[in-house]
């Protein structure tokens, strides 16, 4: 298989923000005796264009309906729980299982979205943060999305003991709250959360 269109499984190639929030997620699931395998992070369009081209299926359902993935913007993952099974490491492809619910609720509890939670085209072991700049190094007033930004505004009523309406729009309330939190650090009041201040905020 040409180089290109092999599968990723390396959360490094995945945007520096993805990867705290993935870090975090993943680190409470293992905390909850979950065994997470990441079956694939970044996609080259080469590799989306190639499974588009197949129409592989599994289970009775296409594997990618779109030439326009969010893998392919470095901010989605694939990940599912692994368990012994009859004495053999086992992956776990099935959205009723336990232990798959629970890495649902953990990855959405870090701002992904859960592609099991869709209303058409179901992407069970799927996680994403869309809308976000497949090079952006912050979110902020203008990079971010209701996922990620109702997790904000949760962690900043929890570490400054304030009342933001968690409501996952970005408003100026929410600037001036992430200007507070970054004082509290001792960091220039720029409205923004790098990698850093995004993993400060979240632990
Ligand atoms: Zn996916």
Redesign the pocket.
Known sequence: MAKNIEQCRDIKKLNPLCQVLLNLAIDEIEKNGITPLIV?TYRSQERQNYLYAQGRTREGSKITWTLN?I?TKKN?V?LIPQRKIDGEMTAIWNTKDKQTQKIIEIMSKYGFEA?ANWSTNV?S??FQIANVGINGTTFDAKNNNIFITKIIQKALNEKLDIHLVTDGKWGSLTTAAVNDFRKKNGWLKNGKLGAEALRRLLV
Request: aromatic share 0%; proline share 11%.
């Open positions: 694939e993935s893998h989605a694939d592609g992407d072991p799927h």
